[in-house]
């Protein structure tokens, strides 16, 4: 499988500039892969270390946070390790929170060494050590784009229109990709998924691995305690994910529990990233995130495979529907929308949300293209019916124009500042 990610790995392994560099992503997203297939070949040797299952070498973290002194006892355990020629990887390494802090003086004292770590839930190893600010990199990972998934089952024509404005691309073809994008909808962008999807052809069986990624995030929850109730987290998880494209109240996510536990809760799953915040923001200048209101947010999954069957959506019958938009109220596709944005343009989403008396509007995603703002709406109706877009784009004039992504063709509306655009086409917007 091809990923996005593989030039910036690529680059940092020969940039004169190289720091120690730390993945960062949830679970099963592919980082262990990334660094076994695609940068350790770069290397005359390669040398990793599970810090989760060899837990009988944390003890030469704990008593020292010397470079040579580690190396050479983990040299006694995994053999030579040779700065230039041998990549040294520390999987896990949330595991072992004295390791992220050791990553430092790697830095410092022995650059020549290529050393790569990865972890899950680093934001809470995070909190019992002091960070290595400015002595490492991060490199983030998500789930598989549908650019990428359809790489991974040998589309690569159709992947490629993916990435080229629709304006250039023939109305029939736009469709046959919407169609594809339809099935992208179930089995989702965990790796694991895209790989029984294309080896067995059966969405059964993806459901299956999608149900079992599932069943291993409820046991990492059981690693936050005691911050928190696992059944309090395993709700709240549930709930965040019906509300997908809803402004996220606390004391609605569970009634079980109070409105504070329940902020407790989401804070925490945001940190293990299985789901993004989306926060509302004023969208009269930049940066977005000047203005953005903490206390008020949307929320995504991090994948849309694992949203709908954690939801439970009726598969037959929603498969039936001929405009994507209408899947499961129209979930699915801000879904979608929110993690091609989050995968192509960075980690860091908004949106754009008025209360006033009897006139509320809200736009469903802001994102930053050369330097100008443009609104995003995902949307089934005429340009008639998008009132919310036409008033943002009236009392925001340093907006361009909004853009539109539905389930039609590519559509340029000038005298109405629109842009209609095929689901599919998030990947052009950078």
């Known amino acids: 499988m091809k990923r996005l990610v593989e030039k910036q790995i690529l680059a940092w392994k020969d940039s004169p500039r190289r720091k120690p560099l730390i993945i960062r992503g949830a679970r099963q997203v592919g980082k262990t892969w990334l660094v076994e297939n695609i940068l350790a070949k770069q290397f005359d040797s390669f040398i990793k270390i599970d810090l989760e299952k060899r837990r ?24 030579r ?16 929170p004295r390791a992220i802090m050791a990553m430092r003086y790697f830095f410092e004292q022995m650059p020549e060494l290529h050393l790569v770590a990865a972890g899950s839930l680093l934001e809470f190893a ?17 789930p598989m784009t549908f650019f990428e998934y359809l790489l991974a089952l040998g589309k690569e024509p159709m992947a490629e229109y993916v990435r080229i404005s629709p304006a250039k691309v023939d109305k029939h073809i736009q469709q046959i ?29 993806t459901f299956q691995v999608q149900s079992e990624i ?20 395993d709700t709240v998880f549930l709930n965040v994910a019906k509300s997908m494209g809803e402004q996220i109240k606390y004391t609605r996510l569970n009634e079980g529990h109070s ?28 940066p977005l995130g000047a203005t953005a209101n903490q ?26 529907q001929e405009n994507l938009l209408a899947m499961y109220r129209g979930k699915l596709a801000e879904q979608f929308v929110a993690q091609e944005l989050l995968a192509w343009h960075g980690a860091e989403l908004f949106y754009w949300s008025r209360d006033a008396r009897g006139s509320n509007a809200e736009i469903d995603y802001l994102v930053v293209i050369d ?58 917007l950078v």
């Open 56 to 79: 009988d070498l944390h003890i030469h973290f704990s008593q020292t946070l010397e470079p040579q002194t580690i190396l050479g006892y983990l040299e006694l355990a995994t053999g």
């Open 259 to 286: 409105g504070q536990t329940n902020h407790k809760a989401v804070d925490l799953l945001a940190k293990a990233r299985v789901i993004h915040k989306i926060p509302a923001c004023d969208p009269s200048g930049l």
């Open 126 to 142: 995070f909190g019992e050590i002091s960070i290595p600010v400015g002595r490492v990199q991060y490199l983030h990972m998500y």
């Open 371 to 428: 330097g100008k703002i443009y609104p995003i709406e995902v949307k089934s109706g005429p340009s008639g019916s998008l009132k919310s877009l036409h008033l943002m784009l009236e009392k925001y004039s340093n907006c361009p124009k909004g853009l539109v992504l539905y389930s039609g063709n590519y559509k340029d509306l000038p005298d109405q500042k629109l842009v209609f655009l095929p689901l599919y086409a998030v990947a052009t």
């Open 177 to 205: 990709i919407l169609n594809e994008l339809r099935k992208y909808f179930f089995v989702g962008g965990m790796p694991e998924c895209i790989k029984t999807y294309r080896d067995s052809g059966s969405l059964l069986e």
């Open 295 to 320: 206390k008020k947010f949307k929320a995504a999954l991090m994948d849309i495979g694992l949203l709908q069957r954690l939801c439970q959506v009726p598969v037959e019958m929603e498969l039936q």
């Open 214 to 233: 599932l069943d291993s995030y409820r046991d990492d929850f059981s690693k936050y305690l005691p911050r928190i109730e696992t059944t309090c987290l």
């Open 81 to 96: 390790i040779t700065p230039g020629k041998t990549l040294l990887f520390f999987d896990e390494i949330q595991a072992c």
